[in-house]
Each structure stands twice: as structure tokens, then as C-alpha cells.
């Protein structure tokens, strides 16, 4: 095989191999990029999540002060309707 057969075959293995890597490398950069858009997505909802909690927590709270004062309301309620019910027993 003379020099110049061989560095035919040389160079189109080279371009062979090159291809190849293009073929190889282009999938992978396109999946970091996703993966890094998909991280990013994950971490704006996982922020969203956290302030949606807090502000869950929040109302729990004030839903947890008005069944006190409903409930001393309805107390009160009662007791005035048992004041009335003596005071009409009373006449």
C-alpha cells in the first residue's frame, strides 16, 4: 500500500470518526441544556410550593383563632339563652 492510499483511508477514517462524535456529542449538549431547563422549572415550583405552604399555614392559623371565638360566641349564646329562659320563667 503506497502512502497516498493510506492517508486516504487515513483521512476518511478521521472524517468517519469526527462524524461520529458530532453524532454523539450534539444529543448529549441538547440534553444538558433540558436538564438544566428542567432543573430550573423544578426549583421556581418547589419556591412556588414553599410560599403556597406558608400561606396555608397562614389561614390554618386564622381558621384555628375564629373556631375559638365562634365557639366562645356560641357559648355566650347560650348562656344569654339560658339567662332569658329564667328571666320568662321568673314572670
Known amino acids: 500500500m ?3 492510499v493510506f492517508m486516504g483511508m ?4 478521521l472524517a468517519v470518526l469526527i462524524g461520529l462524535l458530532v453524532l454523539i456529542i450534539k444529543p448529549i449538549l441538547s440534553l ?3 436538564v438544566t431547563n428542567l ?3 423544578v426549583d421556581r415550583l418547589d419556591g412556588d410550593t414553599n410560599t403556597l405552604n406558608a400561606r396555608v399555614t397562614a389561614h390554618g ?3 384555628d ?3 375559638v371565638k365562634i ?3 356560641e357559648s355566650d349564646i347560650k348562656h344569654l339563652e339560658n339567662d332569658v329562659k329564667q328571666l320568662e320563667g321568673g314572670k
Do not use: R
Request: overall charge neutral.
Open 61 to 63: 392559623k386564622v381558621l
Open 71 to 73: 365557639a366562645k360566641c
Open 65 to 67: 383563632e375564629h373556631s
Open 39 to 41: 432543573k430550573d422549572s
Open 10 to 13: 487515513l483521512i476518511a477514517a
Open 32 to 34: 444538558n441544556t433540558t
Open 2 to 4: 503506497d502512502s497516498n
